[in-house]
């Protein structure tokens, strides 16, 4: 158990929707992190927030958005569903050192129809 | 942007094997790391480089920071059924884990 905790597990929904994926970090991490990850693909890295502010951007869609709360817990909102938004959702969430180290999720796996 | 090259992108081996497995990149990292992805779960940490030329153990894996800061390579020795899974390598900037940038990972596969 890494610590970090996401909801929902399984989500399945129609073209043009729009759905909210919850994620809470490993208690005192102040790091979110969230990556997708296409059927049989790697990792690519979304969005990151620190202490509720947007600290990167990787590639995500006009159409997604997120943000972090003053809890810490972080939700990604994604809108106007295609269906190549199927993947699973990845949230990670790093420690206050500078070790470079993501502990992950179990995933939001989002399927698209 | 950053890309890292992994290979193989599969293997096929038999129990009691070893493995080998590298990540290479044009780019300079400050961290590799390794991961493992079993289906339907998120990636677990297995080994964090912090150092060019360090050579770190974890059980009968053994991963290396290469010297250029451009690679990586991981080893599993006396492979067993349950190393199954996808394994990832992952590239950290100068920011910490800024936009950690990551392999397509290794699909292994181990015949009993």
């Known amino acids: 158990d890494s610590g970090v905790t996401q909801t929902p597990k399984h989500l399945i929904t129609a073209t043009g929707q729009r759905v909210t994926l919850r994620c809470s970090p490993r208690?005192?991490?102040?790091?979110v992190y969230w990556y997708q990850q296409s059927l049989d693909q790697g990792l690519q890295f979304l969005i990151q927030?620190?202490?509720?502010?947007?600290?990167a951007k990787g590639n995500i869609l006009e159409r997604f958005s997120a943000q972090q709360f003053p809890d810490l817990h972080s939700e990604l909102n994604l809108s106007s569903l295609e269906l190549g938004d199927s993947a699973l959702y990845f949230c990670?969430?790093?420690?206050?050192?500078?070790?470079?180290?993501?502990?992950f999720g179990e995933g939001s796996r989002l399927t698209v129809l | 942007g950053q890309q890292l090259n992994q290979s193989p992108q599969s293997m096929f081996i038999q129990e009691g094997e070893d493995v080998s497995m590298n990540c290479t990149s044009s780019?300079?990292?400050?961290?590799w790391l390794w991961y493992k992805q079993e289906p339907g779960e998120g990636p677990v940490l297995l080994i964090a480089?912090?150092?060019?030329?360090e050579l770190t153990s974890n059980g009968r894996l053994t991963a290396q920071f290469g010297i250029t800061r451009k690679d990586s390579f991981l080893n599993i020795s006396a492979s067993i059924p349950s190393d199954v899974g996808i394994y990832f390598c992952?590239?950290?900037?100068?920011?910490?884990?800024?936009?950690?940038?990551f392999g397509q990972g290794t699909r292994l596969t181990i015949n009993p």
């Open positions: 990670a969430s790093r420690g206050t050192g500078n070790t470079g180290e993501l502990f």
């Open positions: 208690s005192g991490d102040l790091s």
């Open positions: 927030y620190y202490n509720g502010e947007e600290r």
């Open positions: 780019s300079i990292f400050n961290t």
């Open positions: 480089l912090y150092k060019a030329g």
């Open positions: 992952a590239g950290g900037g100068t920011q910490g884990a800024q936009k950690l940038v």
